[in-house]
């Protein structure tokens, strides 16, 4: 059974850390790319990290760089988001996704930063 199992979120201030955690089980993890997509209320799902099977490759969206660090350790099947430099328009459910052959969606951890 594929799960993807994220936890982290919570409410922070602004200018404030989170870092989110996503336990993978039930597939390859180390060959699959992983994503964390973020959706705020009224607003379409955007995708916000991107990370490489080896975790040597990552792209950021524009509104999160130089704020957030994707990493992955294959060993643990896990997959992290460190956000600093937190603002409000970062409130939102952050899902994590893992894509190759096929695509698995987390259900999600709210982060709401708000002070």
């Known amino acids: 059974q594929v799960q993807l199992v994220e936890s982290g979120g919570g409410l922070v201030q602004p200018g404030g850390s989170l870092r989110l955690s996503c336990a993978a089980s039930g597939f390859t993890f180390s060959i699959y790319v992983m994503n964390w997509y973020r959706q705020a209320p009224g607003k379409e799902r955007e995708l916000v990290a991107s990370?490489?099977?080896?975790?040597?490759?990552?792209n950021y969206a524009d509104s999160v760089k130089g704020r957030f660090t994707i990493s992955r350790d294959n060993a643990k099947n896990t997959v992290y988001l460190q956000m600093n430099s937190l603002k409000s328009e970062d409130t939102a459910v952050y899902y994590c996704h893992a894509r190759r052959f096929r695509a698995y969606w987390g259900r999600g951890t709210q982060v709401t930063v708000s002070s």
């Open positions: 990370i490489t099977t080896t975790g040597d490759s990552t």
